[in-house]
T-cell receptor, first 112, second 116 residues
Framework: KNQVEQSPQSLIILEGKNCTLQCNYTVSPFSNLRWYKQDTGRGPVSLTIMTFSENTKSNGRYTATLDADTKQSSLHITASQLSDSASYICVVVPGYGQNFVFGPGTRLSVLP | DGGITQSPKYLFRKEGQNVTLSCEQNLNHDAMYWYRQDPGQGLRLIYYSQIVNDFQKGDIAEGYSVSREKKESFPLTVTSAQKNPTAFYLC???????????????FGSGTQLSVL
């Protein structure tokens, strides 16, 4: 069964600190992996998209990594800001014509 | 101002009642989707439409219905047959609807449906 797991379920950090969120997947075949940011009561917004051949992709203070061999991805947030408080969702795309597989998300709270 | 507009933001349903969630987009996207989001779970696909006047069931279509009479609009009806409708509903769209691996999804702001 195609599945995406994320850890931790929730995380609290102080403003200015770094953090890393984890994503493990058992999706086959594999086309690409995406990270979304979802503010409370809003729709998800795309942060990064990585294909099989990409190991790292950055978007400002967000850096995503992908290890397709171990089927793991991480999202690293540098110098966190209060506005980073949100849920971060890992999504795996199996391939053409197949439904996206969404993880449950990690809820990040950045405190002043 | 282009985007996807969902309404209402909050909706309450009485037992035995059908309710309709609105989704409108002015991005000229062919494909539109409805997802359901429950706490602690990933988004689950309810219905999707790749072109006007055509739509397909997703993973959890039972108790829901949709229509796609116009390219811009994809309303979702939660029927009385859906026994556990309380959830956050998200509408999304994409350019071509081929569900190509590179296709980007754009989401609306969601509708929170609760049962009275």
């Amino acid at each position: 069964k195609n599945q995406v797991e994320q850890s931790p379920q929730s995380l609290i950090i102080l403003e200015g600190k770094n953090c890393t969120l984890q994503c493990n997947y058992t999706v086959s075949p594999f086309s690409n992996l995406r990270w979304y940011k979802q503010d409370t009561g809003r729709g998800p917004v795309s942060l990064t998209i990585m294909t099989f051949s990409e190991n790292t992709k950055s978007n400002g203070r967000y850096t995503a990594t992908l290890d397709a061999d171990t089927k793991q991805s991480s999202l690293h947030i540098t110098a966190s800001q209060l506005s980073d408080s949100a849920s971060y969702i890992c999504v795996v795309v199996p391939g053409y014509g197949q439904n996206f597989v969404f993880g449950p998300g990690t809820r990040l709270s950045v405190l002043p | 101002d282009g985007g996807i507009t969902q309404s209402p933001k909050y909706l309450f349903r009485k037992e035995g009642q059908n309710v309709t969630l609105s989704c409108e987009q002015n991005l000229n996207h062919d494909a539109m989707y409805w997802y359901r989001q429950d706490p602690g779970q990933g988004l689950r696909l309810i219905y999707y439409s790749q072109i006007v006047n055509d739509f397909q069931k997703g993973d959890i279509a039972e108790g829901y219905s949709v229509s796609r009479e116009k390219k811009e609009s994809f309303p979702l009806t939660v029927t009385s047959a859906q026994k556990n409708p309380t959830a956050f509903y998200l509408c999304a769209s994409s350019i071509e609807g081929t569900r190509d691996s590179e296709e980007k999804l754009f989401f609306g702001s969601g509708t929170q449906l609760s049962v009275l």
